[in-house]
């Protein structure tokens, strides 16, 4: 026997069956995929913020000089003179869709060392998602445990341990807009610490940052608020989290929750962040 524990099918009791029956159970109970949906947006060489990535693309021809030159051999040496074609990318973590671990937020977490992004719990980064919609709240906003519970009233859902929690802002849609950077509201430590408390590891943001844009949170410091600066993220020194920034297309999930969410990091050693591809998967 098995059950669901946040989107996790975890074995509690071991009971052995016949084969014949197992494999009827297996076909009848197996669950098909039906959709997958990119939650990623694309790691290129584009101009939206101060942290643009360089990507050199060297191509087939360009790969056989390379090698050539390293072996000893000629170019012609290749068939059709290609060889390999391969990048060099320069840039940080923390662009285009990524994971953020706790050790991005600070050194400690709950009063322990901070995991870094290649000692996130697998298990976290599988589960059961659901889609809370902010579109109608813009630059300069700083989200609340209200308008999070009033959102969660119209898709008439509760939030349950593990569930991966995605906010749509769709400022995907800016994301080679100068405009993109700051366009998103902020998602407060309050409601962070809110999420963490239901048992949430995992939450999501299609915008750009997870908290306001920079130039927003800098203005708001210098005006006298001193809690201005990454609240949301500083939050994480409470209590542990990670969190999924710069995602896509929120907009072509079908439905607010019923779907699984996988973010699954690239294990970047003693990283801040690693780049992951995020996808909905909808279930038959």
């Not at 990535?53 to 390293?70: N, Q, V």
């Not at 991005?104 to 870094?116: L, Q």
Request: hydrophobic share 40%; glycine share 8%.
């Amino acid at each position: 026997m098995s059950e669901m524990r946040g989107g996790l099918i975890e074995a509690s009791e071991t009971r052995t069956l016949p084969a014949d029956v197992r494999q009827d159970q297996r076909k009848e109970h197996a669950m098909k995929i039906k959709q997958i949906i990119d939650l990623s947006i694309p790691l290129e060489n584009c101009n939206y913020t101060g942290f643009q990535p360089d990507i050199r693309y060297m191509d087939h021809r360009e790969g056989a000089r390379f090698l050539g030159k390293a072996l000893g051999l000629a170019q012609d040496d290749f068939p059709d003179g290609m060889a390999l074609a391969w990048e060099e990318y320069h840039g940080i973590t923390h662009m285009a869709t990524h994971l953020d671990a706790p050790w991005h937020f600070g050194p400690t977490s709950e009063g322990r060392p901070s995991k870094t992004i290649d000692q996130v719990d697998l298990r976290w980064c599988i589960s059961d998602g659901v889609r809370i919609d902010v579109r109608h709240f813009g630059k300069g906003y700083l989200l609340t445990v209200d308008d999070v519970k009033d959102a969660l009233a119209k898709i008439d859902y509760k939030i349950k341990p593990l569930d991966i929690v995605l906010f749509w802002t769709d400022c995907d849609k800016l994301m080679h807009d100068p405009r993109y950077p700051e366009a998103n509201p902020g998602i407060s430590a309050e409601v962070t610490l809110w999420l963490s408390e239901q048992g949430v590891k995992i939450i999501g943001t299609d915008a750009y940052g997870y908290d306001m844009g920079f130039q927003e949170m800098a203005k708001r410091y210098k005006e006298g608020d001193k809690n201005a600066l990454w609240p949301g993220h500083f939050s994480g020194r409470q209590r542990e989290y990670f969190h999924i920034e710069a995602m896509g297309n929120l907009d072509k999930i079908p439905v607010d929750h019923g779907f699984t969410v996988s973010v699954l990091p690239i294990k970047l050693a003693k990283a801040s962040a690693a780049w992951t591809r995020a996808v909905a998967i909808i279930w038959e």
